[in-house]
Structure formats: C-alpha cells, structure tokens
C-alpha cells in the first residue's frame, strides 16, 4: 500500500523536553521515546526540546519502522523511537497494520486499542 491513511482519535499537545522526528514514538516525559520505554503516542512533525509538538495518542496512526515487522505484530520502541517487534519486556504500544521489510519504512500501526 503506497499512500497509507491515518485516523488518529486523539492528539495531545505535549512540551518537548528532546528533539523528537516526525513518525516516531513520544514518551510520556515529552521525549522522543527510548527502548523498552512507554509511548504516550506519535509525533506529527519533527520538533525541538522546547517546542510544543502534536502526539497522536489514539487510532490507525503512521510510524517509522525500525526494522522488519509482519502485519498483526505487536510492536514496541526501539533505541531511537521507531516500531520494532516486542519482544522480552519490552513496553507494548500496539500492532502493526502493516508489514515492513526492513528499516525506514512507514507502516499504520493501530495504538491504544
């Protein structure tokens, strides 16, 4: 699927507190979101620490993949904010819409339900 259609349901404005990219996860403390860290959701646009930035927090949402993922996978953070397969005790943020056959690709993910 080339032109792949988010439908967010809620989007929270949030202070940067780090540079975040645009497609990847946010953590709950403004950042972009780490390995095995809680996501509050994705960032609409890049942004810098200090700027508010949109985090769509709920729904069919577009992420940055961080390496191969298969349609129905749950899916967790990786080191630099991008969907990954969970795996272990990683924190679970949703499943993948889409699959990714390999890094830098954008796929839907459903979060949050």
């Known amino acids: 699927m ?3 259609t ?5 989007t929270e404005t949030v202070t940067a507190t780090g540079a975040i990219i645009k497609h990847r996860f946010v953590a709950y403390t403004g950042k972009q979101a780490a390995a095995d860290e809680a996501a509050l959701g994705v960032a609409v646009y890049d942004a810098a ?5 949109a985090v769509e927090t ?7 993949s961080g390496g191969a993922l298969a349609v129905g996978d749950a899916v967790a953070a990786d080191g630099q904010g991008c969907a990954v397969k969970q795996a272990g005790t990683a924190v ?5 819409m889409d699959a990714a056959t390999a890094a830098n690709e954008i796929i839907r993910i ?3 339900g």
């Open 2 to 4: 080339s032109n792949k």
């Open 49 to 53: 620490a200090g700027d508010a930035v």
């Open 110 to 112: 459903k979060m949050g």
């Open 58 to 64: 709920l729904g069919t949402l577009l992420v940055e």
């Open 6 to 10: 988010k439908k967010p349901v809620l």
């Open 92 to 96: 679970g943020v949703g499943r993948a």
